[in-house]
């Protein structure tokens, strides 16, 4: 299985929402990641988590909120989005950062949450 | 600052030619990754090039990487309308754990 999934597909919500979106793997994979894609932009990292543990959060607000409840699942929990938020999040799983034998670090994306925050 | 860096950033092309898209990085790293991003959908690895000199193809794409002039390229051979799409380099940094993207090259491919 080398699928990454994720739900919901799309989600609309309003700006004193609380939603959360959910990303799993089954690839045995340690590191997982979310990302955010405007239209027309590279994706940008958020966040990176390595065996549960939070290794890199790119400086992102406080109104995401990573969890990794075990090793393949990932949430991000959202509260008091603004409309500028609205975008691609994408997740992602890898091997871990900490193998001694070279791997290629390739990670894996799921089909993304498309989110509209009104 | 890693800045990676595209070239050209929109490319339209006839069936049948043949072009490069370039990849240029700012620092030192080996690993580069090639995505292929359909419109509204998730990225799809293309390649992953881990060493200099690496070189790998699949059908009508192939990709390389030169870490001491931090450059990699991505060659298409007799292009098809089916290979229209965004295509992204990016670098992995930091033990991998951070990939940054290029802007990404969106790529027409005319009949």
């Known amino acids: 299985d080398t699928e990454v999934t994720q739900t919901p597909k799309h989600l609309v919500m309003g700006m004193t929402n609380k939603k959360s979106l959910k990303c799993e793997q089954h690839m045995g994979h340690r590191a997982m990641y979310w990302y955010k894609q405007k239209a027309k932009k590279p994706p940008e990292l958020m966040f990176v988590y390595s065996y549960e543990k939070l290794s890199i959060n790119e400086s992102v607000p406080s109104r995401f909120s990573p969890e990794c409840p075990n090793s393949s699942l990932l949430n991000l929990h959202l509260h008091a989005l603004q409309p500028e938020d609205s975008a691609l999040y994408l997740c992602?799983?890898?091997?871990?950062?900490?193998?001694?034998?070279?791997?290629?670090?390739?990670?894996?994306f799921g089909p993304g949450t498309r989110l509209t925050v009104t | 600052e890693l800045k990676v860096e595209q070239n050209p950033l929109f490319l339209s092309m006839q069936e049948g030619k043949n072009y490069t898209i370039y990849c240029n990085y700012s620092?030192?790293?080996?690993?580069l990754y090639w995505y292929r991003q359909d419109p509204g959908k998730s990225l799809e690895s293309l390649f992953v090039?881990?060493?200099?000199?690496a070189v790998k193809q699949e059908g009508r794409l192939m990709a390389s990487l030169d870490t001491k002039a931090r450059l990699s390229t991505l060659h298409i051979t007799a292009a098809v309308h089916d290979l229209s799409a965004t295509y992204f380099c990016a670098v992995g940094i930091q033990g991998a754990q951070k990939l940054v993207f290029g802007q990404g090259t969106r790529l027409t491919i005319n009949p």
């Open positions: 090039l881990l060493s200099n000199g």
């Open positions: 620092t030192t790293s080996d690993r």
């Open positions: 992602a799983s890898s091997q871990d950062h900490q193998s001694r034998v070279p791997v290629s670090y390739e990670q894996y």
